[in-house]
């Protein structure tokens, strides 16, 4: 960590203020493959699966390991069957439901991430909690809506790579996302069922003319779950990194996360 | 008398109409001129100032009926075959109260007005999907220990300081705006508030089976609305449910507030975090459901514990079963759970009276009428039943308060069974207060 490292960041953030930061410019992407990360991951990890934690837990680390916790509330939209239930316990390391059960309320699922800033070489624990909510439940009662805007960080748009319908609509998500109302939100978008190619129904043109439009970063998901971190990595980094692009902008060049930013129970 | 778990199929079809709204069950599904079959029969049957409730097949299967609200029929079909003879009594037992279940369910999650006054069948059609989850749960039964369904007493748990969780509960709940709130660990309720046991029992029963599928799936907190098929059919509540650790969820049922959010960041960590060890407790008291300080007897295989007053109950099955020296070789803890249950069923469909259920409706009173002619051929009220099998023995017995079933070793001499019952039953009674 060096003087010229922190002034550096503060300059890009204040260049491109509201942009989307070039991916990996923030994080480290691909920490989790680099030996310095094993220390942290292994505190999200049980038996090389990921821990489940309750509510009144959190990852531990040794007393002079001091890692700050920053806390995020995301919220998962898209239509009924799309994957947002599949999504949320794919990225939480949990059993993925191979029926489609509708979802009949809201259901939020934590996921800690570790991270490492580029710049400074700080590490976090990012405490990611997706919000998810059933499209038809959402539908039928009024007051789920709300309480999943309530002081909400980000949102992933699902399509599903076997819905053209799903994909025509993300523009009208969005824009009722964009709305002054809501305040500042990280958006991004997620394609899911990518292992489906034999259905698919959304080219990777129709992807790439979507990402000039709008310039949100589109990820793509699906397919087997691997043991490994691998197939969550890009997308935990990529919202990562956003959230905290977002929190410095907000917060101006010299301002930190205060809000919510726990320092880890030892 | 020992049926083997068959599949079962669940039919669902307006009462008026007789239009199909789903299928569930059994990977392979009944013809549609079936479907039509058996709606067509209860229909002529209805015409002929008949209520046809339940019939059995010629391979041994069954098949049973039931309207409700006059609006909506559901039809079991369970597929016999390999089922001893004599056994159809006690499936029809637990297919009477599955359909009871499902009803129950499909209310708590889409409320009674919209099945009730059906103006779009393909639109309910399309809602009645959210009702799957719960279904699929219901028919597959997958979760060890679990008997609430079939007994519709709530699946307890004693802790090993009840007095501490009581409190915090309370107070949780009353933080929230509430007046229900309970704590289930291992899917089981460890404590709860007074209303909560006010509830109707089906209704405290299918809560923890919603509870439970919400707590395997893993996630750390809901936001469900739900209606109360007894105590409000026609106006949601909000279950909140939050997960403190894993195996141990707290929830409470309210009104608009407080937001999922703010009794997360707000409540959850005031009231819980002083007790987390006290939890962890709780935890290891797993699925045995009764603290260590109860000790059972030598030869007990399995109980089944009900208090016919809060209309709640522990069971376990000893692992690994306990067996002395010389005996034959031990049950699997699944089979021991089999057999509970079938023991059970055995002895609530033949021997010892229900308990009368609020909502039990006149087809199922004329139902029990069979039964309670059965009953009516002894000229008492048989206290306590027994049956030796090779697998193991079983005994039954009922008190003014209690109800308990036990599987024992078939080392355990029959005369003595009766002693280790009522021993066992005055030691936990002694031991929890239960
Ligand atoms: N092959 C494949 N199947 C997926 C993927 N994501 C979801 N699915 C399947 O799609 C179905 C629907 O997924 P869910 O996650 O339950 O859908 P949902 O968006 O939560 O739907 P609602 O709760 O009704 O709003 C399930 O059967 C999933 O197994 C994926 O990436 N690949
Ligand atoms: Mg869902």
Known sequence: MSARGDASELASFTADMAQVPPPGSVVVSDWHRCKDSKEYFSKVLHKKRRKNFGLLESPVMPPHVAVDTVHYKIFISGKSGVGKTALAARLAGLNIPNMHHETTGIETTVVYWPVKLRESGRVLFFRLQLWDCGENALRRFDHLLPSCKEQVDAVLFLFSFTDRTSFDDLSNQIAKWTESSVGRVVKLVVGTKFDLFMHCDVSQRDVRDFQETWSLPVLRTGGEVSDGLGDVAPLLNCLSENLWHQDCVTAGPAGQRSQQETVTVL | MMLQDGSTQLLCL?????????????????????????????????????????????????????????????????????????????????????????????????????????????????????????????????????????????????????????EAVD??????????????????????????????????????????????????????????????????????????????????LCGPTPSLHRAETGLVGRFWSPLVETLRDCLAVGERCLPGSVSLRPGVLALLLIN??????????????????????????????????????????????QEETPCVSPEERAQRGNSEDFLLGFSHQPQQCYLVTEECKSYGLQTAQHQLFLLLSPSVPTFALRTAATQTLSDITAATGF
């Open chain 2, 308 to 353: 016919r007053e809060t209309r709640r109950s522990v069971s376990c099955v000893r692992t690994p079963p306990h067996h002395p020296l010389g005996d034959s070789p031990s049950l699997s803890k699944a089979r021991c759970w089999e057999l509970l249950k079938l023991f059970y069923i055995f002895s609530i469909s033949r021997y010892f009276t």
């Open chain 2, 171 to 252: 107070g949780f709940a009353q933080a929230a705006d509430s007046e229900f709130g309970c704590l289930i660990v291992h899917g089981r309720i460890a404590t709860a508030t007074e209303k909560w046991w006010r509830l109707a029992p089906q209704e405290v029963v299918l809560l923890s089976a919603l509870i439970r599928s919400l707590s395997d799936s893993g996630s750390a907190s809901c936001d469900y609305p739900v209606f109360l098929p007894q105590g409000s059919p026609t106006v949601a509540h909000r279950l909140l449910r939050f997960q403190l650790l894993p195996g141990a969820d707290v929830c409470v």
């Open chain 2, 14 to 166: 307006t009462a008026s109409s007789g239009v199909p709204l789903f299928t569930r069950g059994a990977s392979k599904q009944l013809p549609f001129s079936v479907i039509g079959s058996l709606n067509g029969v209860h229909m002529f049957g209805g015409g002929q100032e008949v209520v046809l409730s339940s019939c059995e097949t010629e391979g041994g299967g069954k098949v049973v009926w039931r309207v409700f609200q006059d609006s909506v029929m559901l039809i079991a079909v369970s597929g016999g075959g390999h089922r001893a003879p004599g056994s159809s009594k006690e499936e029809e037992v637990c297919l009477q109260r599955l359909l009871e279940n499902v009803w129950n369910c499909m209310v708590l999650v889409l409320g009674q007005d919209e099945l009730v006054n059906v103006r779009n069948v393909e639109r309910l059609k399309r809602d009645l999907r959210s009702c799957f989850s719960l279904i699929d749960q219901l028919l597959e039964e997958k979760q060890e220990g679990i008997l609430g369904t079939l007994t519709h007493c709530a699946d307890s748990l004693v802790p090993p300081n009840p007095s501490l969780l009581q």
